[in-house]
């Protein structure tokens, strides 16, 4: 493993103290600066594509085709896509028309947060450094990026790349572990953005309340996977097992265990062994180099190999470990209990936890008795069924017929509730979180013959003037609307289109066949 230089702690605080400085010379506030630091950080990603995968593959094991698709070509499109958003991004808004205000000439400026500070994590190293630093960068901040110790290599390689490509006035990178943190959190931010697990993420909050930073906190969870008999058996397999395999099951939103109805569950266990043998033909075991991640750190497999050591369920697929090389091969249990050791806490690597229910109502009690999940996925072709399932249940994403990919969907948000996390970010929602919303209003001179009333002495014709600035309400409702789903009455518009559509299909095709 890479030896990681440490940022000495006497000079974190100069960082800050220089990122400050720069922040207020106003440099990044014109928009073409910020285009300019936003194309250099999508080419510091393309230039350096091998020594990025050589990084990761040190790091974590990682084939070069995952390092790719999750992290490599997503960070230069986050890149690129706050180059080319930004101007419509930070343009001033309008509120909509107020015969009471707009004569006041209301607007929303979209002013900079200032100096920010993003803690990311091991996992997706590049892209959830590189997202947030495009948000940050479009809304015209400074920026502290602090990696993980647990990628040495990845971490190494950005502190070196990153002076080289952007302006050290506006962006630095301490690398280091907890002293490091921790002297971080001991400075004052203008907003922080930890991506990780919820033990340190309740030390991070606390740490930003000492001086009410604002922060937005990505914690994972136990993401369950809820699959209908009547689902594309096939494609069901396929997808929720590339979603535990891709990076070693390293991945916050990957699937965490199963909740599957107990007649349907050895029929969708011969499904996944199938996919399994699909996926790693040579002898059905990923253990060839460069087709599957490693576990990131010795400690991190002495963690996920005790769950799997003391789980009471039954092992079905792989099972194999290696101490020596992190490995952990791709594993599927059956029978789980919830009260099983799988399901005592965020997995976070490859073991698939199955754990049979007697239908939907059963899944969704299961479901609702634990912490709101960061993603909730399901296999299903009922709209009935997923519409009953999302509607009766929290989490950071409602995810059908699909896994993982979604926080890279273009216009999604990506983001927890509750013990999941809070705040959002990807795209133009990063843009937002760095961004202050700055009210303003010029009211000119004459208003005052309007609004003369509001000033003392006060009288009874300027209590009865005040009416006039109450809005008319609709008439007073009878009674409570009656109960349905806001997913129900949506599905069953499209319900109601579908079989208007069939009907005349159906018809047009009667005509032909008559004549």
Known sequence: ??????????????????LKKGFYSGKNKPISYRKYQLLQLAYLIKDNTEKFEEALRADLGRPALESRFMEIGPSITDALKAYKGVDSWARPEKPGFSITFTFMRPIVYKEPKGVVLVISPFNYPLWLTVGPLAGALAAGCATVIKPSEATPAFSSLLAELVPKYLDSDLVRVVNGAVPETSKLLDLQWDHILYTGGGRV????????????????????????????????LETTARRVLWGKIVNAGQTCVAPDYILVPRHFQDKFVDALKTTYAQFFPENAKPNAEGTYSRIVTPQAFKRIKKLLDETEGEIVIGGETDEATKFIAPTVVKNVKGTDSLMSDEIFGPLLPIVPVEDLDEAIAFINARDHPLALYVFSQDPVFKNKLFSRTQSGAAIANEVVIHPGADGLPFGGVGPSGYGM????????????????????SWIDKILAFRFPPYTPKGLKATLGLYPSLPARPSGPPPAESAYTNRWARWLLFGLAFAVAGGLTRKDKFLK
């Open 201 to 232: 993420g309740r030390i991070v909050a606390t740490a930003a309340a000492k001086h009410l930073t604002p922060v937005s906190l990505e914690l994972g969870g136990k993401s369950p996977v809820v699959i209908d008999p009547n689902c594309d």
């Open 1 to 18: 493993m890479s030896e990681l230089a440490y940022t000495p702690l006497d000079e974190i605080e100069k960082i800050h103290s220089e």
């Open 425 to 444: 970010h990807t795209g133009k929602f990063t843009f937002d979180m760095f961004t202050h919303l700055r009210s303003s209003l010029d009211s000119p």
